[in-house]
């Protein structure tokens, strides 16, 4: 029997319970011997979660299943697998069971052959989720316990203005003067981008510099500096010394507020309506994807309802349309900025998520998705071709599309070439500190600071039928 070893640990899990990688394959290795089945393939995600399956190796074992390249699937737990019931159940449903791939655990001692094997798989999911839960309780009782101390949550990096020693905040000097010289200056009537400029022109700090104005825009609004700590929605006394007085706090604020919305220097600060509007591109086409909508029902009741779509698919704009039959999948945008506000959200809470993305390959994803395209065009270009040459076709219609199709196969293979020698547009520093009041950014119901922040940590979305691919700046 072909039979895929499937292996995950997460690093923690390794240090805590000897899950190791090596470990974890010697013993299935030796399984699939004393069973006299085939290894085809091992499948190794070291350092990954079994919260989702978004991780590599588990997406190209489902690939080769689908390929029907393999027969079984044999992991050492079945949590190895996945920690979500949910995520555990839709596999063995959706891919193992449709594919005729029996998957077995060897440490249970049972596989999805047998109808008892599959209830009792059904039973141990439920036990691995309510493990995964109660150490996510625990871990939200410590932090709520540590806020009530007045104590920061810490998180793996220091916000500007404080080093973090021994569990506590210590000012740093230099990097405070620098946090009361931002609100002296806003309260004196500089615009953000105007005060970023003058920061980074003289001033670094643990992140780099004030390279953007999402930079700025933290250091004005968080209510850290005047000695508090905030928490979900509540605040309590800190234990650090304050940078800031809440008089001078409060005013910068009020500023803020009033300005806003107004124009500064005869630019606004933010002027696309939508979170995500300039940053989504469509795999199918490599066209771009832009915000629309619809009104629906009847008034008073009368809503409207907008949603991303690509520009070819929408052909609103002719300039715009890469590929006239191109059907990629369109967003409500209500949805598509949760998903992507959710992602943010596990970087905020997860520091080696986000240590995790910068050991990524760089733009591999968004190149991929590119390269996909090209060869679409190829083969498209080589049917035209055949047509033209049988003669089943108007011939100048043929050269027109082709002409059209090496423009676009030209273009593409630029930007491929660009993002191949692109360097990451934040450092991982600069990364931490604008996650420091990302969470309360994303809660507010403030959308212009909302795409500032979105801007800020993400180069492009690609949109992929239901696959959205991310590529953060700092990658």
Known sequence: MLTGIYVRVSTQEQVNEGYSIGEQTERLQAYCTAKGWDVANVYTDGGYSG???DRPALKQMITDI?????EAVLVYKLDRLSRSQKDTLLLIEDVFNPNNVAFISMNENFDTSTPFGRAMI?????????????IRERMQMGLDARAKEGLWHGGGWDPIGYDYVD???????YEAEQVRKI?????AGWPINRIRNYMNERYTTKTGGWKHDSSIQSALKTELYTGVINWKGNSYPGKHQAILTQETFDKSQKLYDERDSSKNGGKRYFQAKHMLTGLLYCAHCGGRYFAKGSFSGHKPNRTYRPYYTCYSRAKTNKRMIKDPNCMNTAFAV????????DEIKKLIFNPYLLEQATDADDNSSEIKAYEKRIS???????????LYQMGLSQKDEVLERIDKLNIEKERLVDYVEQLEDDEPDLSIEETKAILLTA???LNSDEKEKKRALTHSLISSIIIDGDEIIINWAFN
């Open 51 to 53: 919260a989702n399956t």
């Open 66 to 70: 689908k390929q029907g390249k393999l």
């Open 122 to 134: 059904g039973i141990l999911s439920v036990f691995s989720q309510l493990e995964r839960e109660q």
């Open 167 to 173: 569990g506590e905040l210590i000012i740093n000097e």
């Open 183 to 187: 609100h002296s200056l806003f309260q």
């Open 334 to 341: 209500v949805k598509l900025d949760e998903i992507i506000s």
């Open 376 to 386: 679409d065009i190829d083969k498209q270009l080589e049917r035209l071709l055949d």
């Open 439 to 441: 969470e309360e950014i």
